[in-house]
């Protein structure tokens, strides 16, 4: 019974954590070598723009599985291990810092774009760069967390 909320459990947390390693380390790098300043912020925003509708879904439902399998599984945190408490607690903080993101640089981005303000707008998706990088090591940890926990 709970096999397809650990399957969209997994999912929405590699979708989520892959994504973020894809912008890293294959998309910014791509893009910084071959655009300039402009044509590189018009595709920032575009990615980020398509990859935040995709966490807007994926992120609710990563939390929403954990915690049902959380208390159908184990009755709640009573019944598991360190590591389930670390995974709810950066968990929690991701989605927190993804919200941060969406509301404050890449909203100010998109504004700065909007106004001709590419400076501006190259300091926002700097912002953005920062915090997706943070938010990728605590999915990192997230994920290492969770393995270690069940060995």
């Known amino acids: 019974m709970l096999s397809p909320l650990y399957a969209l ?10 994504g973020m390693a894809f912008a890293l380390f294959a998309l910014r790098p ?15 925003q575009l990615v980020y723009r398509r990859f935040f509708l995709i ?9 929403a599985t954990g915690y049902a399998i959380l208390f159908l599984r184990y009755g709640g945190f ?19 810092i993804f919200v941060a993101i969406a509301l404050g640089p890449l909203k100010r981005m998109k504004a700065a774009r909007a ?14 760069r920062k915090l997706v990088t ?10 290492a967390v969770a393995g270690w926990g069940r060995a």
């Open 30 to 44: 791509a893009a910084h070598a071959t655009l300039e300043g402009a044509q590189r912020l018009a595709l920032m």
């Open 78 to 96: 009573a019944g598991v291990g360190w590591h389930v408490h670390v995974m709810n607690l950066t968990g929690l903080i991701m989605a927190g």
């Open 134 to 143: 943070l938010n990728l090591a605590l999915g990192l940890l997230t994920i």
């Open 55 to 63: 966490v807007w879904h994926a992120m609710p439902i990563v939390i």
């Open 9 to 18: 459990h997994l999912l929405g947390a590699v979708i989520w954590v892959g």
């Open 115 to 128: 106004g001709g303000d590419n400076a501006a707008a190259a300091g926002a998706l700097d912002q953005v």
